[in-house]
């Protein structure tokens, strides 16, 4: 005769569950303080070496960016970077050290964002129109650089201007402005209603901030800018 062998019945495992041990309060604010410390510095990282927001302010730059547009500055290509502070004044701002990034040197013809002796760290933004080295001039309202006629699409038939402008002395094709080494001279694609090196000066590699790529606000206006 066959016995049903005894089944057993195996007591259930108990979970061992750890009890959450509340921290110091001292140590939650710690970790509070490193997390935004961190959150700060990631963002002035990437302000500074990849790219940042700046708005529009003023119209030297109709019809390619209009007042009040937010566009989008690259780093990563060319820039550079301040170390001043808000509270200091235009002279020590100015004075600060600065260094410039990126992998290549600005282009003719890009849209930049840059600054102009004597104005602290106020941004501008217009488009360069000579490199170390141009010979340029104005005719009937026309470019010419290195003794070649621009185009300007972006330039709308309102904005030309006749001959220099803004402080610049007329120049002629025998007579050409030669942009130094090292430097770059700018200008506003409005060029009747533009602050820029006809009057300021050409300026240097490092003060010139960064690369407008695009306007990112308002969203139905988002677009490249060339």
């Excluded at 195996?10 to 997390?35: D, F, G, M």
């Excluded at 410039?100 to 040197?105: E, F, I, L, W, Y």
């Excluded at 610049?168 to 770059?184: I, L, M, N, T």
């Excluded at 407008?212 to 606000?217: A, D, G």
Aim: with cysteine.
């Amino acid at each position: 005769m066959n016995e049903n062998p005894m089944t057993e019945t195996a007591e259930p495992k108990k979970k061992n569950k750890k009890e959450k041990v509340k921290q110091p309060l001292w140590k939650e604010i710690l970790s509070w303080v490193l997390t935004i410390v961190i959150a700060v510095a990631a963002a002035l990282v990437i302000r500074s070496f990849i790219f940042e927001p700046v708005k529009v302010d003023g119209h030297s730059m109709d019809d390619t960016l209009a007042d009040g547009e937010i566009m989008l500055v690259s780093k990563y290509d060319y820039g550079s970077v301040w170390l001043s502070f808000p509270w200091q004044d235009d002279n020590a701002k100015e004075n600060a050290p600065r260094f410039a990034v990126g992998t290549r040197d600005p282009e003719r013809f890009d849209v930049v964002i840059c600054r102009y002796p004597g104005r602290g760290d106020t941004n501008f933004v217009k488009r360069i129109v000579g490199i170390p080295g141009d010979e340029l001039y104005i005719e009937d309202g026309y470019l010419y650089v290195n003794g070649e006629k621009q185009p300007e699409e972006y330039v709308s038939d309102g904005y030309r201007v006749q001959g220099g402008s803004n402080g610049w002395r007329y120049r002629s094709a025998e007579d050409p402005y030669k942009v130094p080494e090292g430097e770059y001279f700018v200008m506003g694609d409005h060029r009747n209603n533009s602050n820029d090196s006809r009057s300021q000066g050409p300026i240097t590699r490092d003060m010139i901030v960064g690369h407008v790529r695009r306007v990112v606000f308002p969203f139905d206006h988002w677009r490249g800018i060339e």
